[in-house]
């Protein structure tokens, strides 16, 4: 089935060490998107990808990079991982920007040691 | 700023109804999404409404009244598995995708 995959399921890193979260598509969209999401918070959006064009959110910190290298993957870099990044990682994919519902992978879950 | 608004938690028995409200107040509406989460793992897309009205799809419905800034997601014949979070997210004038918090909704047998 045509879906969005996300690898690992758990991920646990130490206080610094830098981790990266991967996400593949099977559904060819256009856009893909990572959140970030807290317990019993909305998912807070970090950055997306039309397609190889990047949008960082404002208020997305520099530890956070993303990487696109083609339509099916996109990854999510954590450059040094702090106590306050542990929270499920969540990627979702969309066919356009306008009106379109996100489809979201499992998640991956952060812990930081 | 923005601002979705939904109650943080709701409790109802298996077999009832419950309905589900989200208030918001956003630069511009260009549709309204409900999603529902269980716990740990991602959202799956529920509804989308972009004019006034009643959406039915099985035993979910998604009501919008745009004027009221104002939608409620219901829920019938309510079973266990329905235990998890549901989250109101409105599309703004800048199509960016605002999200509630969610509600997380209890099934009692």
């Known amino acids: 089935d045509a879906m969005v995959i996300q690898n690992p399921r758990y991920q646990v890193t130490q206080f610094g060490k830098p981790v990266t979260l991967s996400c593949s598509q099977t559904?060819?969209?256009?856009?893909m998107y990572w959140y970030q999401q807290k317990s019993s918070q909305a998912p807070k959006l970090l950055f997306h990808y039309y397609d190889k064009d990047f949008n960082n959110e404002a208020d997305t910190p520099d530890n956070f990079q993303s990487r696109r290298p083609n339509t099916s993957f996109c990854f999510l870099d954590i450059r040094s991982p702090g106590l306050g990044d542990a929270a499920m990682y969540l990627c979702?994919?969309?066919?356009?920007?306008?009106?379109?519902?996100?489809?979201f992978g499992d998640g991956t879950r952060l812990s930081i040691l | 700023g923005q601002n979705i608004d939904q109650p943080t938690e709701m409790t109802a028995t298996e077999g009832a109804i419950v309905q589900i409200n989200c208030t918001y107040q956003?630069?511009?509406?260009?549709?309204l999404f409900w999603y529902q989460q269980h716990a740990g793992e991602a959202p799956t897309f529920l509804s989308y409404n972009v004019l006034d009205g009643l959406e039915e799809k099985g035993r979910f419905s998604s009501f919008l009244s745009r004027s009221k800034g104002y939608s409620y997601l219901l829920l019938k014949e309510l079973q266990m598995k329905d235990s998890a979070s549901y989250l109101c997210a409105v599309i703004d004038s800048n199509y960016q995708l605002i999200w509630g918090a969610g509600t997380k909704l209890i099934i009692k047998p």
């Open positions: 979702a994919t969309s066919s356009t920007l306008r009106r379109q519902p996100q489809h």
């Open positions: 559904l060819n969209h256009n856009v």
């Open positions: 956003t630069s511009g509406f260009n549709g």
